[in-house]
Nanobody
Framework: EVQLVESGGGLVQAGGSLRLSCAAS????????IGWFRQAPGKEREAVSC????????YYADSVKGRFTISSDNAKSTVYLQMNSLKPEDTAVYYCAAGPPWTVAAGIVHFVEYDYWGQGTQVTVSS
């Protein structure tokens, strides 16, 4: 059974930082990319950042480049998203998901390609 459990969300002021964690079980990092997606009220779920351990490739949405950093600890089966210089527009529910590694290498990351999802963690950035 695949399980993805997110943690680390919360309320932070603009300019602050948070680190999200995604603890995975039932998936192998060699065969799956692990990504972070977010969904704000009334908006479509969008890809934020993804990592493929099979080739080391990473993907970042333009809106978070230079502010967010994704990393993985394969020994702990955990993927992290370090979020710095947070903005109010980063407010959303953040989801961890597992999907095909090719999406990261190709730079084509869309939620419909990802099969397994966590429950999400709320990130709220106040102005």
């Amino acid at each position: 059974e695949v399980q993805l459990v997110e943690s680390g969300g919360g309320l932070v002021q603009a300019g602050g930082s948070l680190r999200l964690s995604c603890a995975a079980s039932g998936v192998t990092f060699d065969d799956h990319a692990i990504g972070w997606f977010r969904q704000a009220p009334g908006k479509e779920r969008e890809a934020v950042s993804c990592i493929s351990s099979s080739d080391g490739s990473k993907y970042y949405a333009d809106s978070v480049k230079g502010r967010f950093t994704i990393s993985s600890d394969n020994a702990k089966s955990t993927v992290y998203l370090q979020m710095n210089s947070l903005k109010p527009e980063d407010t959303a529910v953040y989801y961890c998901a597992a999907g095909p590694p090719w999406t990261v290498a190709a730079g084509i990351v869309h939620f419909v390609e990802y099969d397994y999802w966590g429950q999400g963690t709320q990130v709220t950035v106040s102005s």
